[in-house]
């Protein structure tokens, strides 16, 4: 019986993990590096926003998601970028980029 149960606690706690990631929520226990900056050029077509990379906190290491070209989801909005907030010392969570 015991057996049997330490496999399914272990399913089980990692499914809550999952469902916190799939809300959005990502968590580290290091300050980002310095962002990177890049030539952007022209735009695709006209009606095109540029958005900046971020860091992206992956499998225990820092990684850079370049930025890239959108089309705004409706006339005259704009892109707050994302961020990352030191919410308590050494730890960070990432604020996801957005249309406003």
Known sequence: ?????????AV?????????????????????PPPRYAVVGAAPSPGFLW?????NWRGG??????????RPPRPH?????GRWVETRPGRWMFERGRWR
Not at 18 to 31: E, I
Not at 51 to 55: A, L, R, S
């Open 1 to 9: 019986m015991k057996r049997t149960l330490l496999p399914v606690a």
């Open 51 to 55: 958005t900046e990379g971020y860091w």
């Open 77 to 81: 909005a704009v892109w707050v970028a």
């Open 61 to 70: 290491r820092w990684v850079w998601v370049e930025g890239r070209w959108m």
């Open 12 to 32: 089980l706690f990692g499914t809550l993990l999952s469902s916190c990631a799939m809300n959005g929520a990502v968590f580290a226990r290091a300050a980002p």
